[in-house]
């Protein structure tokens, strides 16, 4: 007999639907127990959206469709648009209860962060906010560089779309060149 095998069945709630709930859920579902997954939005994925949204990033939502499929597979009930009250815990008595509800963006202490002018990274990243054509972008860390690279590439056209209008002689250089170059 198994180590497994001696151990009981649980009852486990993940509170969070982004990928550490998800992973939660499947590694819980994989030994056997009982697992409930609650998102407080419409959808799984969490930050894997922000992740996904600079060019170049698209893999990040072959990771979460993989995630969703194992929550298919592995039976893990997915409860989406449902904040978790305490009136859930005491209908589904849980044996454990994981918390992944991710995290928040970090907000320097620069004055002037309260203008209107002034957004956040995760607001432009998710179409929240509108930039305009001349922009500063705060932090060098993969947030912020990935973000200047969203807003550069904004308005352009990409590769395989510079292909086929090159092949087609749909427009004259000049004009492919500032498609490529020049965005919003």
Do not use: C
Request: charged fraction near 20%; glycine fraction near 12%; aromatic fraction near 6%.
């Amino acid at each position: 007999m198994t180590i497994q095998a001696t151990l009981r069945q649980k009852k486990v709630m993940i509170i969070g639907g982004g990928p550490a709930g998800m992973e939660a859920a499947r590694v819980a579902a994989l030994r056997g127990h009982k697992v409930s997954l609650y998102e407080k939005t419409g959808r799984l994925g969490g930050q894997l959206f922000l992740a996904a949204a600079p060019p170049g990033r698209g893999e990040f939502l072959t990771f979460l469709r993989y995630l969703e499929n194992q929550m298919k597979i592995l039976q893990v009930v997915v409860h989406t648009g449902t904040k978790v009250t305490p009136l859930h815990l005491e209908a589904e008595k849980p044996d454990v209860v994981v918390v992944a509800t991710g995290a928040d963006p970090a907000i320097p202490a620069i004055k002037g962060m309260d203008q209107p002018h002034v957004v956040m990274a995760w607001d432009v990243l998710q179409g929240k906010a509108d930039t305009g054509k001349e922009v500063v972008v705060i932090g060098g860390g993969a947030v912020g560089l990935e973000t200047a690279f969203f807003l550069a590439r904004k308005g352009t056209i990409d590769g395989e779309t510079l292909h086929f209008l090159m092949f087609k002689q749909a427009e004259s250089p000049e004009v492919l060149n500032s498609l490529l170059f020049q965005g919003f």
